[in-house]
């Protein structure tokens, strides 16, 4: 070996000694920064169906704002209406590896694949708002929303005991295949099945939208006419576009039909209050504070509750007067 390189190696040694040295100073301060260095920030993906609703716009509204109020992080996806944005979504939160998801799926089925991913990753997933049909409950931590099926009951609940006579149903369903429109019709189904002087005399989905509310009851009208008594919409919007196409059609809504539905937007309260829309009822779709604290918990290790709901209430001429001026959304 030349002396060059001999010297060579020995100030490359003597070098790499004082690094360690260095490095050892390093890492103490390193730590010492650490013990200073806020804790870190709570990341959450979620994935929202869309913005189909004026329902889902304040849910989507209290779960940003909540998030902001709290410090998260939240990495928001909109689903456009379609499941397989929402699974790609949930794919790219597991890919960044967040801390948790919440999601309120579209549709009940198809989900197993994507929420075992989410597991295996070690990512709890809060299923917000609407069900899933799992073959392993396991793959979510818990959910928190409504029960769809409660609504529907006390939808007929109160046409059983309001509807004057009128006996001709046409029900505007919510999205196919969403855990909305199928416990709301099922239970609503189930009601009437007990009165035989009810008949749903026709059947069709506006989609949650109003101008699909507005088209399908539009096509009733010109399909039966005047042996149209009742409506029964799965939401607000697509009770408030019947409205609309009722009116264009020269009758008045609330009273040449009535119209049962369910959310209780502030819109939908104020139809009741005009005596347009006969009866709302409530689904409460400001789930923010509730989904944190759960969240937190479950980071915490603590146990949650498997299954939540809102309390909701029922809203006719007799009350919705004095609800109007404290509706939140
Ligand atoms: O899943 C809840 C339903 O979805 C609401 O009733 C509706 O307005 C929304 O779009």
Known sequence: MSL?????????????????????????????AEATKPTHKLVVGFAQTGAESAWRAANTNSMKSEAEKRGIEL??????????NQIRALRSFVAQGVDAIVVAPIVETGWDPVLREAKRAGIPVVIMDRKVQTEDESLYACFIGSDFYKEGALAAEWLAKNSNGKTKI?????????????????AFGDAI??????????????????????EVMEAFLKK??????????????MALGAVQAIEEAGLKPGVDILIVSIDAIKEGVQA??????????????????????????????????????????????????ALIGQRQY
């Not at 020995?10 to 070098?15: E, F, I, P, Q």
């Not at 990495?75 to 397989?84: I, L, R, S, T, Y």
């Not at 006419?225 to 607000?236: K, L, P, S, T, W």
Request: proline fraction near 2%; aromatic fraction near 6%; glycine fraction near 12%.
């Open 4 to 32: 060059k390189r001999i010297g060579f190696l020995m100030t490359a040694a003597a070098l790499f000694l004082s690094g360690c040295g260095g490095s050892r100073d390093n890492a103490d301060a390193a730590k010492g």
């Open 75 to 84: 990495k928001f996806a909109d689903g456009q209406g379609k499941q397989e």
């Open 170 to 186: 046409v029900e505007l369903q919510g999205t196919p295949g969403s855990a909305a429109a199928n416990e709301r019709r099922k």
């Open 193 to 214: 099945a007990t009165n035989s002087a009810f008949k749903i005399i026709d059947s069709q989905s506006g989609d949650f939208r109003r101008s699909g509310g507005k």
């Open 224 to 237: 039966h006419g005047r042996e149209i008594e009742i409506v029964y919409a799965h939401n607000d919007d």
């Open 272 to 321: 009741v209050v005009d005596g347009k829309i006969n009866v709302v009822v409530e689904c409460n779709p400001l789930f923010g504070p509730k989904i944190y604290d759960t969240i937190a918990k479950l980071k915490a290790g603590q146990t949650v509750e498997r299954s939540s709901y809102n309390v909701d209430e029922v809203i006719d001429a007799s009350n919705a007067a």
